[in-house]
């Protein structure tokens, strides 16, 4: 995959760190899933420009254009059949075990707060204008 | 030129609305539109959304198509390819400056019913009172309107009243599993307790302008899923589909691909000025009387050019609406639910009896099986990924809700500047805080008694003008004055020109106006084909 990985890295911008790359590269399918993205993605417009060079903004901007690729990412795999599976799949789990993995998120992120906070700001500031 | 003996500019619900009862009378009408229609082919197949998801590799030419910027776009009807077309243009060639406001019109024939959420409800007594007429004067036309386009639900229940049972209506489309136990709890309530007097919580079945059995050229629902993203069975109601019908009348002529600039008086007669959208000529439409039917927006615009009125601020009325995700304790154990009928399967309806005037609220329960879960992806506050595996679980055991709120919490202006610019200034009333407020305890309590609970931190209110309700900028009074109209949508001073679509709308209750509009265009055509006839 790639492709996938490919926009990964501009989706994150060209220098984002590795593990913020490791972060969303778990949005995306393993190597073997036929249909990790539409076919010929690289004619769909919105899907192309990911792939444009990251331009340099202003602090402000650069978080909302990170935030923007990073939602047109996830709706690029969800619009897929291996990304409506997935969904599915999801979707299906019992009351008990989502409980349990809801629990399990909520545990993680708390821990993760101040990772958040530095993660998102390495991850905006490639995108980010230098005086 | 033309000799029609009326022109209606725009070919939208009211402009069809209002070309029937004329064409009934024998008289000519001539209507003219843009026409803006859709350039490339439509990417529909008859596949539903289930085959469509699980089946199609290129589905985001469904469901996204190659314009990310309308995901900027509140409503999912917006954000549909199939739809792109319906929207274009019109901003530009209104010329419309937009402050706060999310100001969307048509230009593409059939107008914003191409996109309309298809809710039906005729007005009250309570409802018309500032109008200049009673619901009396109005039901013939309901009747008519209904018969025309087709409207299902149900003829007895708790709010089949409110919304109106005096008109033909089709057989309610079947509930979905989710909001089964909801309903039944409900009805177990009514049952017990009795039908909820006016003002107290009242829940029902909606009024829809989808189709459940077969009407003419139009094929009934077959649950397919797909009514945000495009029905190919033409089951959702459309007026661009009655044109094909008044085209084969002998008294009717349409013009699509002219964009009308103004409306003048010529000759004794009057003239709708239009530029060809191709091509950039000047011709005129005249007619012994004219009917603006271009949409609220668009209709005032060419009604404040005609009057001069220019750096005038005139109201222009919308509903807000506050959207929430609620979800049923039965709902979590039960399997998610993925095919069905797209649009709102349950509606309420409560007055605000703490508030003063008391104003009721309206709203509409959706499930989310036809809508794509990426809608909640980024509202969940968590890291993507575990966003993701948590939205995929709750999201198809989520009841989406609207709730509308009444026209006087809006405070939008429209102007019409010097230069041509229609201004629209966008806002809401400082006491709709108080009034959410209110309703968001009184919700959380009744759906709370039918086992639904409101997801916490899930309430948004709307941005104004989303939700496409524009009307009253040219209000219908008893005694009309400036920048007001008569009860014939007439301009105050000019005696030939009526305003027939939502801008001449009084008050707007948080009720779907769209139906109400269809029937007051159906009403003047009325008694002006009435007079016109009486006088030959």
Known sequence: MLEARALQRYACGRRAPRFALRRYLRLLPPASAPLALPPAWWRIPWLAALFEPVPLLPKSQASREFQRRLFLVTLATELTPWGAEQTRAAARRSFASFAVRAIGCGIVELGLVPWRIAVHRLTWWPLRARR | ?536
């Not at chain 2, 009326?6 to 008289?27: F, H, Q, T």
């Not at chain 2, 409101?454 to 005694?479: C, D, I, V, W």
Request: charged content about 20%; proline content about 6%; glycine content about 10%.
């Open chain 2, 1 to 536: 030129m033309s000799d029609a003996n009326v022109v209606i500019v725009g070919s939208g619900p009211a402009g069809v609305s209002a070309a029937w009862p004329l064409l009934n009378a024998g008289l000519r009408v001539h209507m003219i539109d843009p026409g803006v229609s859709r350039e490339d082919a439509t990417a529909l197949d008859g596949r539903d959304f289930v085959e469509r998801r699980f089946g199609d590799s290129e589905q985001w030419r469904v469901f996204l198509g190659s314009d990310a910027s309308i995901l900027e776009n509140a409503s999912p009807k917006l954000q549909a390819p199939e739809y792109s077309h319906v929207f274009r243009d019109f901003r530009d060639r209104y010329r419309i400056v937009a402050d706060a406001f999310a100001a969307h019109g048509s230009l593409a024939p059939g107008g914003l019913s191409n996109a309309w959420g298809t809710g039906v409800g005729a007005f009250t007594d309570r409802e018309l009172r500032e109008y200049p007429f009673r619901r009396a004067d109005l039901l013939p036309s309901y009747n008519a309107v209904a018969t025309r386009i087709g409207v299902s639900g149900s003829a007895d229940d708790e709010l089949s009243e409110w919304y109106g049972n005096d008109y033909p209506l089709q057989t309610p489309h079947p509930v979905e599993p989710n909001f089964e136990p909801i309903y039944a709890r409900h009805n177990r309530r009514v049952q017990r307790f009795g039908r909820g007097a006016p003002g107290s919580f009242r829940m029902g079945r909606p009024q829809h302008a989808v189709l459940t059995e077969d009407l003419g050229e139009r094929s009934r629902c077959d649950l397919r899923g797909m009514c945000m993203f495009g029905c190919q069975r033409r089951a959702i109601y459309n007026a661009a589909d009655e044109l094909t019908a008044l085209r084969a009348q002998s008294g009717f002529t349409y013009s699509s691909g002219w964009f009308v600039t103004n409306v003048v008086a010529e000759d004794g007669r009057f003239a709708a000025r239009a530029v060809g959208m191709r091509d950039g000529g000047e011709r005129s439409f005249r007619g012994d009387r004219v009917f603006l039917a271009a949409g609220t927006l668009g209709s005032t615009k060419l009604a404040l050019e005609m009057l001069g009125a220019y750096d005038v601020d005139v109201p222009l009325l919308t509903t807000p609406i506050l959207a929430f995700a609620l979800c049923s304790v039965a709902s979590l154990f039960a399997p998610p639910v993925e095919r069905g009928y797209a649009l709102s399967q349950l509606a309420f309806a409560l007055e605000l009896v703490e508030i003063d005037g008391a104003p009721e609220i309206f709203g509409g329960l959706f499930p989310t099986s036809g809508m794509l879960p990426t809608e909640l992806y980024g509202r969940i506050p968590l890291l993507r990924p575990f966003g993701r595996r948590i939205g995929a679980w709750i999201w198809p055991r989520m009841l989406a809700t609207l709730c509308f709120f009444p026209g006087t919490y809006s405070r939008n202006t429209l102007r019409l500047r010097t230069g041509g610019e229609l201004a629209v200034h966008g806002g809401y009333a400082d006491s709709l805080r108080i009034a959410v407020r209110h309703a968001v305890r009184r919700l959380t309590e009744e759906f709370a008694k039918l086992g639904v609970r409101l997801l916490p931190g899930s309430t948004s209110l709307n941005r104004p003008g989303e939700e496409m309700h524009y009307a009253g900028t040219l209000p219908m009074r008893e005694r009309p004055t400036r920048y007001e109209t008569d009860r014939e949508g007439r301009l105050a001073g000019i005696d030939s020109v009526h305003v027939v679509d939502g801008a001449v709308l009084t008050t707007l209750p948080a009720k779907s106006h769209t139906f109400t509009i269809m029937a007051n265009a159906d009403r003047i055509a009325r008694i002006v084909a009435a007079r016109t006839v009486g006088s030959a």
